[in-house]
Nanobody
Framework: QVQLVESGGGSAQPGGSLRLSCVAS???????MSWYRQPPGKERELVAS????????SYADSVKGRFTVSRDDVQKTFYLQMNGLQPDDTAVYYC?????????WGQGTQVTISS
């Protein structure tokens, strides 16, 4: 069982920045790591992914150029740097770790963007 703990959520004004962190209970070298979000009243959606070992990160069109993912597998930590935040970015953000036969989720962290 892999435990994932997100932090860094909170409130920000439009145009502001936040950085989310996800700390895993195990080394994450072999896991594809992703951030998802669930806006109020909507379904969960993929925000960004960073594949294990090799491969480039990928982003949802709505966050390209504003959000950046990074991973530090030695520190078992996965990040989401969010810049240029907009009210539509308001959501609960979830960290996900996945590899064949395994799929783990964090408890989520709330991000609220308002003026």
């Amino acid at each position: 069982q892999v435990q994932l703990v997100e932090s860094g959520g909170g409130s920000a004004q439009p145009g502001g920045s936040l950085r989310l962190s996800c700390v895993a209970s195990v080394f994450t070298f072999n896991y594809d790591m992703s951030w998802y979000r669930q806006p109020p009243g909507k379904e969960r959606e993929l925000v960004a992914s960073a594949p294990a070992v090799t491969g480039s990160p990928s982003y949802a069109d709505s966050v390209k150029g504003r959000f950046t993912v990074s991973r530090d597998d030695v520190q078992k930590t996965f990040y989401l740097q969010m810049n240029g935040l907009q009210p539509d970015d308001t959501a609960v953000y979830y960290c996900n770790a996945r590899r064949t036969g395994f799929d783990f989720w964090g408890q989520g962290t709330q991000v609220t963007i308002s003026s």
